[in-house]
């Protein structure tokens, strides 16, 4: 079955930045839709950025300009690099393929100083 693990979360001060990655497993990782999504305290499980087979990605607004989201499909690893983070960037980070429903256990970020 499809298994994606997460790694880069942590504790960064506001303005700071973190790369997170996720490495996939049991699937044609080329061939899949793969996103980032975070869910913050009280607040629903939101997109973050998604990037398709060919490289194309979507970013939610509160991405844009912040975040990127790339993939290396010969490591089987999709990254999500976060720069000039912000307190409300804290939120559990998930690494998924939606297509499959399939999600990884997630990773905190906490912004703070």
């Known amino acids: 079955q499809v298994q994606l693990v997460e790694s880069g979360g942590g504790l960064v001060q506001p303005g700071g930045s973190l790369r997170l990655s996720c490495e996939a497993s049991?699937?044609?990782?080329?061939?899949?839709?793969m996103g980032w999504y975070r869910q913050a305290p009280g607040k629903q499980r939101e997109m973050v950025a998604i990037?398709?087979?060919?490289?194309?990605?979507v970013y939610a607004d509160s991405a844009k300009g912040r975040f990127t989201i790339s993939r290396d499909n010969a490591k089987n690893t999709v990254y999500l690099q976060m720069a000039s983070l912000k307190p409300e960037d804290t939120a559990v980070y998930y690494c998924?393929?939606?297509?499959?429903?399939?999600w990884g256990q997630g990773t905190q970020v906490t912004v703070s100083s």
């Open positions: 998924a393929v939606p297509t499959q429903n399939a």
């Open positions: 049991g699937l044609t990782f080329s061939s899949y839709v």
């Open positions: 990037i398709n087979p060919g490289g194309t990605t």
